[in-house]
């Protein structure tokens, strides 16, 4: 997202509100880089980036009038005084979800105004107030334009139980080779074994009494169908 008059993706006004802590987000960090000429230390870039940038999502704010004066060589091309440049980057799982919305909606603009409703808030520090809990402070009116009371854009997929055979397979590739020395080291013996069993059976949480339900009732299923062929 180009904003080429500073009037609501401005950087210094970003910048000024993330050193005063005026937002609120899902990314746990923001990081700033300047770029600075070793001859004369003239300032030649600003980027700010909030969220990591080895994430499956992050965003990227510069000032892009800056970034240009120093790219380009033509000296008679004309570069807008003031350009602020918002990018967002998808990767991995969060690109595959991003592609599927594109299906459905090929605005890219609507697309990055949703994603920042769901990941960032830029807030208005209430006067005299003594409230530090800044959910409760009202968003900040440039950002509100932004945004246009957008509905948020969720890229995650809740993640399944494990089922049976998956946690036979993790015990296999994991907890195998452990099982293997302590029982070679007492000679076979395998009561501590049943006692852990016994220990955690106890502990059982509902998603594994959901995986083995599940599985007993594939395993009935399968007997069945087998006795059927059988009789048949």
């Known amino acids: 997202m180009d904003d080429f008059k500073d009037e609501l993706i401005k950087f210094s006004r970003i910048r000024k509100a993330a050193l005063r802590s005026e937002f609120t987000s899902r990314w746990n960090k923001w990081d700033e880089l300047n770029s600075r000429s070793t001859g004369d230390g003239k300032l030649l870039g600003q980027t700010m980036y909030f969220g990591s940038q080895t994430s499956d999502i992050f965003c990227r704010i510069y000032d892009k009038a800056l970034e240009q004066k120093r790219k380009v060589k033509d000296k008679d091309k004309e570069i807008p005084e003031k350009w602020t440049r918002l990018e967002i980057v998808y990767r991995?799982?969060?690109?595959?979800?991003?592609?599927?919305h594109m299906i459905e909606c090929s605005n890219v603009g609507l697309v990055i105004r949703r994603t920042l409703q769901q990941y960032i808030r830029f807030v208005?520090?209430?006067?005299?107030?003594?409230?530090?809990?800044?959910?409760?402070?009202?968003?900040?009116?440039?950002?509100?334009?932004?945004?246009?009371?957008?509905?948020?854009?969720?890229?995650?997929?809740k993640r399944q139980d494990k089922t049976v055979d998956e946690m036979i397979k993790w015990l296999d590739k994991q907890i195998g080779p452990t099982l293997a020395t302590v029982v070679t080291a007492l000679d076979g013996e395998i009561n501590w074994l049943y006692k852990l069993i016994s220990n955690g059976n106890t502990r059982l949480k509902n998603k594994h009494q959901q995986a083995i339900f599940q599985y007993?009732?594939?395993?009935?299923?399968?007997?069945?169908?087998?006795?059927?062929?059988?009789n048949g």
């Open 92 to 100: 991995k799982e969060r690109a595959k979800m991003l592609a599927l």
């Open 124 to 157: 208005q520090r209430p006067k005299n107030s003594k409230d530090s809990n800044k959910s409760r402070w009202k968003t900040a009116k440039w950002w509100e334009r932004l945004l246009e009371n957008v509905e948020p854009l969720k890229l995650t997929v």
């Open 216 to 230: 007993q009732q594939e395993r009935e299923k399968k007997q069945r169908k087998h006795k059927g062929d059988e």
